[in-house]
C-alpha cells in the first residue's frame, strides 16, 4: 500500500496481463427487482385508493372513487399487471443506463448510455469512489470521469488494483476542496459564470444534462467541481 497525502492507495505490484475483466450488473436481475417492485406497488394500489376514500380531507378522490369502482379480481389483476409493466419498462431504462467496466493491464473503458470513454494507464493515476459515483484522476489532478456506479464497490476495487491500477479510498484531493458561492475569489476567468449556471441548472427538473455539460466546460478551465447535497465544492488543478 502506498499513500498519496493522508490517503491511503492500493496498487497490486505485479499486474495481470491475461484477458480483459467485464464488470457490469446483471441486467436480468436489475429488470427483475424493478418488475417485482411495479407488482407490489399494483398490489397496494387498491388498498391506498381504498384508504384515501376513508380520508374526508384526501385529494384526489375523484381518481380513487374511479379505480375502484372497478370490481375485484379485475382491479387487482389489472393494477398488479399495469405495475408490472411499468416495472419492466423501468428496469429496461436502468440497464441502459447503468455502468459496465472493462478492465486490461492497459487500458479502461467505461460504458455508460451507449457512450464508451476508453483510457490507457498512463492517463489515469487513480480511481475513486465519490457517493455513488466512479472517479478517474489523471496525473494533474484533472478530473477524467465521473460516472454514476451500481457495480460492488470492493469487488471493482479488487479488480481495478488486480490488474495494477491505483485505488484509493477516498479523493486524494478533498481537502483541497472550497464551498462555492457567488463571487468566490480565486476562481478562473469565467469560471463563477459557469458555476452560477450549473448551480441553477441543478435545480431543474431537466437539468441534468445541462449540468454535466456545464462541468466539461469547467473542467476545461482547470476547475474541478464535486457535489453535496444543493452545494457546489470546487478546487483549481494545480492550485
Given at each position: 500500500?502506498?499513500?498519496?497525502g493522508n490517503?491511503?492507495?492500493?496498487?497490486?505490484?505485479?499486474?495481470?496481463?491475461?484477458?480483459?475483466?467485464?464488470l457490469?450488473?446483471s441486467?436480468?436481475?436489475?429488470?427483475?427487482v424493478?418488475?417485482?417492485?411495479?407488482?407490489?406497488?399494483?398490489?397496494?394500489?387498491?388498498?391506498?385508493a381504498r384508504?384515501?376514500?376513508?380520508?374526508?380531507?384526501?385529494?384526489?378522490?375523484?381518481?380513487?372513487?374511479?379505480l375502484?369502482?372497478?370490481?375485484?379480481?379485475?382491479?387487482?389483476l389489472g393494477?398488479?399487471?399495469?405495475?408490472g409493466?411499468?416495472?419492466?419498462?423501468?428496469?429496461f431504462?436502468a440497464?441502459?443506463?447503468?455502468?459496465?467496466?472493462?478492465?486490461?493491464?492497459?487500458?479502461?473503458?467505461?460504458t455508460i448510455?451507449d457512450?464508451?470513454q476508453?483510457f490507457?494507464r498512463?492517463?489515469?493515476?487513480?480511481?475513486?469512489?465519490?457517493?455513488?459515483q466512479?472517479?478517474?484522476?489523471a496525473?494533474?489532478?484533472?478530473?477524467?470521469?465521473r460516472e454514476?456506479?451500481g457495480?460492488?464497490?470492493?469487488r471493482?476495487?479488487?479488480t481495478?488494483?488486480?490488474?495494477?491500477?491505483?485505488?484509493a479510498e477516498q479523493?486524494?484531493?478533498?481537502a483541497?476542496?472550497?464551498?462555492w458561492?457567488?463571487?468566490?475569489p480565486?476562481?478562473p476567468?469565467?469560471?463563477d459564470a459557469?458555476?452560477?449556471?450549473?448551480?441553477r441548472?441543478r435545480?431543474?427538473?431537466d437539468?441534468g444534462?445541462d449540468?454535466?455539460?456545464?462541468?466539461?466546460?469547467?473542467l476545461?478551465?482547470g476547475?474541478?467541481?464535486?457535489?453535496e447535497?444543493?452545494?457546489?465544492?470546487?478546487r483549481v488543478?494545480?492550485?
Amino acid at each position: 500500500m502506498e499513500e498519496a497525502g493522508n490517503v491511503p492507495l492500493h496498487k497490486s505490484p505485479a499486474p495481470r496481463t491475461d484477458q480483459a475483466a467485464e464488470l457490469s450488473e446483471s441486467a436480468w436481475v436489475v429488470v427483475l427487482v424493478c418488475v417485482v417492485c411495479g407488482a407490489v406497488a399494483g398490489v397496494l394500489l387498491p388498498f391506498l385508493a381504498r384508504l384515501l376514500l376513508s380520508l374526508p380531507w384526501a385529494p384526489l378522490k375523484g381518481p380513487a372513487d374511479l379505480l375502484t369502482s372497478v370490481p375485484e379480481p379485475a382491479l387487482t389483476l389489472g393494477t398488479v399487471a399495469v405495475g408490472g409493466l411499468g416495472g419492466l419498462l423501468l428496469g429496461f431504462t436502468a440497464v441502459h443506463e447503468s455502468l459496465s467496466v472493462r478492465v486490461t493491464a492497459t487500458h479502461l473503458a467505461l460504458t455508460i448510455r451507449d457512450r464508451t470513454q476508453e483510457f490507457p494507464r498512463e492517463r489515469i493515476d487513480v480511481l475513486f469512489r465519490d457517493g455513488k459515483q466512479l472517479v478517474a484522476l489523471a496525473p494533474s489532478g484533472l478530473e477524467l470521469a465521473r460516472e454514476p456506479c451500481g457495480l460492488p464497490w470492493r469487488r471493482l476495487a479488487d479488480t481495478l488494483t488486480a490488474y495494477g491500477w491505483t485505488w484509493a479510498e477516498q479523493d486524494p484531493y478533498q481537502a483541497d476542496f472550497r464551498r462555492w458561492v457567488p463571487g468566490t475569489p480565486g476562481l478562473p476567468p469565467g469560471a463563477d459564470a459557469l458555476l452560477r449556471a450549473r448551480a441553477r441548472a441543478r435545480t431543474q427538473k431537466d437539468g441534468g444534462a445541462d449540468a454535466r455539460e456545464l462541468r466539461g466546460e469547467l473542467l476545461r478551465l482547470g476547475v474541478v467541481v464535486r457535489d453535496e447535497d444543493e452545494r457546489q465544492y470546487w478546487r483549481v488543478v494545480g492550485g
